[in-house]
């Protein structure tokens, strides 16, 4: 059974390019969950989709991010513009119905990402 | 200000010695979870903990969660050099999908 699949695992970006990280759920999976985890700090959450749509993007800045999880293909956090700031570790997590205290979300392994 | 602070944010300790962790909140959550981490991965479910006061035990690890359901702590017995690793406790909050997280304490075990 493959799990939440990300990649890439590390991606080097220049400030000012634009960063793409993918995200491919659980097999069976159609609600998947963005995190971030910057440097020394635990992760925050920061956009929750449903195959071809946004459910919550409460946590996700308003300028340079954007998130999408298409009826086919993999979920995918883009970042225009990088800055320095957002170099982070950014964690992908799924389930299989809506998260809850009654189930379990399963995180992957998580996208370095590092802006010079 | 961190929703969920944890404690120690760094513990050092010889191999064979006892540990306790903290994760302390003024808000109530409907589940408190508890991860490792290690270095260049993700996050790895260990417990969930669900009912205030409930204890579960995973081998030499205790996880408890308050009578309030404010704060939890995990106990490791007799630490091994393998516990080395980054705890993070995770809470959701009346039942929402979205997880609360602590900062996280970082445990080295010598041998």
């Known amino acids: 059974n493959a799990g939440v699949m990300q990649n890439p695992r590390h991606l080097v970006r220049r400030r000012g390019q634009e960063a793409r990280l993918r995200c491919s759920p659980m097999k069976g999976h159609s609600h998947v969950y963005w995190y971030r985890q910057l440097p020394e700090e635990g992760l925050k959450f920061m956009v929750y989709?449903?195959?071809?749509?946004?459910?919550?993007e409460s946590g996700m800045p308003k300028e340079r991010f954007s998130a999408e999880f298409p009826k086919e293909g993999p979920s995918i956090l883009r970042i225009q513009q990088v800055v320095r700031g957002d170099s982070a570790a950014y964690f992908c997590?799924?389930?299989?119905?809506?998260?809850?205290?009654?189930?379990?979300?399963?995180f992957g392994e998580g996208s370095w990402l590092t802006v010079v | 200000t961190q929703l969920l602070e944890q404690s120690p944010q760094f513990l050092s300790i010889q191999e064979g010695e006892n540990l306790t962790v903290y994760c302390n909140s003024s808000s109530v959550f409907s589940s408190l979870q508890w991860y490792r981490q290690e270095p260049g991965e993700g996050p790895v479910l260990l417990v969930t903990?669900?009912?205030g006061g409930e204890v579960k035990k995973l081998k030499r690890l205790t996880f408890q969660f308050g009578d309030a359901r404010k704060d939890s702590s995990l106990h490791i017995t007799a630490a091994q050099p393998g516990d080395t690793g980054l705890y993070l406790c995770a809470g959701l909050m009346d039942s929402n999908y979205q997880l609360i997280w602590g900062a996280g304490t970082k445990l080295i075990i010598k041998p």
């Open positions: 989709l449903q195959k071809e749509n946004i459910i919550d």
């Open positions: 903990v669900v009912t």
């Open positions: 997590a799924s389930s299989p119905v809506v998260y809850s205290d009654r189930n379990t979300i399963y």
